[in-house]
């Protein structure tokens, strides 16, 4: 089974800077997914970014990036240029291919934008 | 991007009645869809997957005659808390994949059992 863990339960970060969320995983899969969810106040989870395994380079999206270690099986997600609606828990998440197509979610990081 | 609707937002039921969560697809098809379970500042964690057309498939520790999920078309799962008490108390949230390879989430339903 594969686990996947946030060690980080709580952030905080100024506008405008940038913060880094970590999450680490355990599988002994060679395929699979890797997400970043966002649930902000609203609880609506909303998907951030994803990252196929076989693909070496990181993904980003906008503000938001990556650093995904496969050896190390690290996944950490960077936020640059923090504004106030990042407000969030932010869930990493694991799936793995041909697998059901299902989500195993970290604990979570309560993420806190300060003016 | 696709939407996936869940209805209600908030219920609240007297402890030993049923209540009725439904999950649907607006804008495609899902032959497959999800139901979570959310406590107060924790993570999603898994309770069945739903099939359309045949039985839901539920993860370990889950009762499944409790929690009775029927996936009536390719649009529409339900979710029913049978003979409900204050610990069902929770944050369902449902959850489908479309075409594209990525994951949708309902807005989640407040289930408050008194």
């Known amino acids: 089974a594969q686990t996947v863990t946030q060690s980080q339960p709580e952030m905080s970060v100024q506008e405008a800077e940038t913060v880094t969320l970590s999450c680490t995983y355990d599988t002994s899969e060679n395929n699979y997914y890797l997400f970043w969810y966002k649930q902000p106040p609203s609880r609506q989870m909303i998907l951030v970014i994803r990252q196929e395994a076989y693909k070496q380079q990181n993904a980003t999206e906008n503000r938001f990036s990556v650093n995904f270690q496969k050896a190390a099986k690290s996944f950490s997600l960077k936020i640059s240029d923090s504004q106030l609606g990042d407000t969030a828990m932010y869930f990493c998440a694991f799936m793995k291919t041909g697998g059901g197509n299902k989500l195993t979610f970290g604990t979570g990081t309560q993420l806190k934008v300060e003016l | 991007g696709a939407v996936v609707s869940q209805h209600p937002s908030w219920v609240i039921c007297k402890s030993g009645t049923s209540v009725k969560i439904e999950c649907r697809s607006l804008d495609f098809q899902a032959t497959t869809m999800f139901w979570y379970r959310q406590f107060p500042k924790q993570s999603l964690m898994l309770m069945a997957t739903?099939?359309?057309?045949?039985?839901?498939?539920?993860e370990q520790g889950v009762e499944k005659d409790k929690f009775l999920i029927n996936h009536a078309s390719l649009t529409l799962s339900t979710l029913t808390v049978t003979s409900a008490h204050p610990e069902d108390s929770s944050f369902y949230i449902c959850?489908?994949?479309?075409?594209?390879?990525?994951?949708?989430f309902g807005p989640g339903t407040r289930l408050t059992v008194t």
């Open positions: 959850s489908a994949w479309d075409t594209a390879y990525e994951q949708y």
């Open positions: 739903s099939n359309e057309g045949s039985k839901a498939t539920y």
